[in-house]
């Protein structure tokens, strides 16, 4: 069963002509984890790989996709997980980096801290030589399409969101037995300035230990981090719940409980895995067994060989 590496790529509802785009990224993306994992790498390089290559995909509302803010401006929050050592590190309003992943992992791995923020996150970058992009780079014609629309009086609120609701994330297991997990975001569109995501908290958007499994979320962030939804797969797990059903009845009590919506990749220690959401759509991808299997609505489930192009 081992390794595995499975991610999403938002839980919501994506327009037509969007779905192809987001479909071959994230199956591009966990291919992507994969090949790590088939090299022997650990799970850590594997998830952040991964959400790099999400991240550096248009189609997605993290890095170079990533929604706008009132002002019209990009800010975005990311976090990782080692379940072997719990150790973590996350950001969140970063501007100006094009992989926040990555911006995450260096403060797990070169700090004392699990935390940073705005312009103290942006500086700890330049003093790891993370080089700055223009703001520009980050935007697209579509998330600016989308911002404007959203600012107009007449707006409607929840169809302003379709398309880019919602976060990239990963989870894996390594030939080890090691387990991680990462999540990045662009967050809500057109939200107030400084707002933080569920994807930067720690055990709302993304766990792992080595002894449960791990949990990357993605959905309406304030619900999210209200039932703290990652943690809370993780007890059902530990009360001996699979993987599948302990992802069920957390996204069952996030949506009787607070009314939230949302999705989440979820694996256990022995490699088995779920990818469950209870949002109209959610793009998905699993790498193992050197097979790829592959979704976007309720019930489907493509598999083809790791190799083959889709």
Known sequence: MLPVVVVHGGAGHIPKERIDSYISGGCSAARAGYAVLRGGGSSIDAVVEAVTQMENNPAFNA????????????????????????????????????????????????????????????????????PEVPQESLITEYARMRWKKNLAPEANPVECQMGKMGTVGAVAVDSEGNIACATSTGGMLNKMEGRVSDSSCIGSGSYADNKLGAVSTTGHGEAIMKVTLARLILFHMEQGQSAEAASDLALAYMKSRVNGIGGVVTVDPQGNWAARFSSRQMIWATAQKDTLHYGLNTGEHFTQSIDEPR
Do not use: W
Request: aromatic share 2%; proline share 1%; hydrophobic share 40%.
């Open 63 to 130: 890095g170079c996709g990533s929604v706008l803010n009132m002002k019209g401006e990009v800010e975005m929050d990311a976090s990782v997980m080692d379940g072997k050592t719990l150790g973590c590190g996350a950001v969140s309003c970063v501007r100006n980096i094009a992989n926040p992943i990555q911006l995450a992992r260096l403060v797990m791995d070169k700090t004392s801290h699990v935390y940073l923020t705005a312009e103290g996150a942006n500086q700890f970058a330049q003093s790891m030589g993370v």
